[in-house]
């Protein structure tokens, strides 16, 4: 079976965003937006999904952060 895994980087005028996703991974994550209950609220999502996850995302404000991570 073929891996499913992604790396994805978006660079706006607002915001820096990589993530780099395991589908069949194990729950693991490290994801680093400076906004502790997204944060929050991305690990509950990996570990319960059973998904690995490494996101950073940094930017000109909250809004904007989470507008880029969810697209």
């Known amino acids: 079976m073929a891996e499913r895994k992604a790396v994805v980087t978006r660079e ?3 915001t820096n965003v990589r993530v ?4 069949d991974g194990s729950g693991q994550f490290k994801i680093t937006t ?3 209950m997204f944060d929050h ?6 570990q319960h ?6 996101l950073s995302a940094s930017g000109a404000d909250q809004h904007h952060v989470v ?3 969810a697209i």
């Open 12 to 14: 706006t005028a607002e």
């Open 20 to 23: 780099e996703l395991n589908v």
């Open 34 to 36: 400076g906004i502790r």
């Open 41 to 46: 609220l991305l690990a509950q999502l990996a």
């Open 49 to 54: 999904g059973v998904f690995d996850i490494k």
């Open 67 to 69: 507008e880029d991570v």
